[in-house]
């Protein structure tokens, strides 16, 4: 099945600095990703939707200055949260979806912890 | 809009015991319908789904059937254990919303041997 990959599955960082969390589709080529945030015990909130070469479109209310996303290849995707700050701290998901399918393959998170 | 309505949990179960969540869902058209299940400290896994009215979808003794009449898609399973303790979440993709996925806010079961 299709496999996709994130990567750090944990993170701590200072506030103030950026981190960067990476989304791989393993065995397919992803046209499409998309990255999630997740509050403890909440459900998925879409903060965006990147295809491959061009700028993501982000969801009413993310600010795209701070998480900045970048798709550059069909098989990796990645977010950046800059100046991060302690309510930052979260679980960010990515899915991929390929260009014949709509289904959505997620990743296995990555739990960021600003202190 | 496009919608998604859980039960509330969490919900507590004791081994074998029958289980039921129940969702229902607010869409234009013919959506597809989805469970999905999230482990502790992990993603999401795709349990089960059901693309049209009636359709039955079934993984790891898990059901759910595709309801248009009473817009609802619970899931079932008739004899839990320790390991399905999880979260659930029931999903949609409407006919308009292309690969985008409405999530309903999950129920939290926990599963005592």
């Known amino acids: 099945g299709a496999v996709v990959s994130q990567h750090p599955s944990w993170v701590i960082c200072k506030s103030g600095t950026s981190v960067k969390i990476e989304c791989r589709s393993l065995?397919?080529?992803?046209?499409?990703m998309f990255w999630y945030r997740q509050f403890p015990k909440q459900s998925l909130m879409l903060m965006a939707t990147s295809n491959e070469g061009s700028k993501a479109t982000y969801e009413q209310g993310v600010e795209k200055d701070k998480f900045l996303i970048n798709h550059a290849s069909l098989t990796l995707s990645t977010l950046t949260v800059t100046s991060a700050h302690p309510e930052d701290s979260s679980f960010y998901i990515c899915?991929?979806?390929?260009?014949?399918?709509?289904?959505?393959?997620f990743g296995p998170g990555t739990r960021l912890t600003v202190t | 809009g496009n919608s998604v309505t859980q039960m509330e949990g969490p919900v507590t179960l004791s081994e074998e015991a029958f289980l039921t969540i129940n969702c229902t869902y607010t869409?234009?058209?013919?959506?597809?319908l989805f469970w999905y299940v999230q482990y502790p400290g992990e993603g999401l896994q795709l349990l089960l789904k059901?693309?049209?009215?009636?359709d039955k979808g079934s993984n790891k003794g898990f059901e759910a059937t595709y309801r248009k009449e009473t817009t609802s898609f619970h899931l079932e399973k008739g004899s839990v254990q320790v390991s399905d303790s999880a979260v659930y979440f029931c999903a949609l993709r409407s006919e308009t919303s292309g690969s985008r996925l409405t999530f309903g806010e999950g129920t939290q079961l926990t599963v005592n041997p």
């Open positions: 869409a234009t058209g013919y959506p597809s």
């Open positions: 059901a693309t049209k009215a009636d």
């Open positions: 899915s991929a979806r390929w260009q014949r399918s709509y289904e959505q393959y």
């Open positions: 065995d397919f080529q992803a046209t499409t």
